[in-house]
């Protein structure tokens, strides 16, 4: 069994960094895609990045790419989340998730077979 464990959410102003981790416990196939959602009040659920753990091939929404950076560290079996020029729009609740290579939207929440609990980033303006 999977378990995905995020942390490094936390409060900043506007143009400021965070970087997220999630720690995950238990064997992750390289055939699986690893992502980072969010969630802010009143929305749905929506993919900020995801990678694919074969080829570490990297896959990014518009609102996003330029300024995130998703990676993950094999050897500590943890998915980082590097956020910079954040903006308040950007302010939601963080989850880590993976799933099984499959066809389907990348982003599509319903593919992704394991979720962490969330971590909440506040940006400032």
């Known amino acids: 069994q999977v378990q995905l464990v995020e942390s490094g959410g936390g409060s900043v102003q506007a143009g400021g960094s965070l970087r997220l981790s999630c720690a995950a416990s238990?064997?992750?196939?390289?055939?699986?895609?690893m992502g980072w959602f969010r969630q802010a009040p009143g929305k749905e659920r929506e993919g900020v990045a995801t990678?694919?753990?074969?080829?570490?091939?990297?896959y990014y929404v518009d609102s996003v790419k330029g300024r995130f950076t998703i990676s993950r560290d094999n050897a500590e079996n943890t998915l980082y989340l590097q956020m910079n020029s954040l903006k308040p729009e950007d302010t939601a609740m963080y989850y880590c998730?993976?799933?099984?290579?499959?066809?389907?939207?990348?982003?599509?929440?319903?593919?992704?077979?394991?979720w962490g609990q969330g971590t909440q980033v506040t940006v400032s303006s």
């Open positions: 998730a993976a799933r099984p290579m499959s066809t389907g939207s990348l982003f599509n929440t319903n593919l992704y077979k394991y």
């Open positions: 238990g064997y992750i196939d390289t055939n699986y895609y």
């Open positions: 990678l694919y753990i074969g080829n570490a091939r990297t």
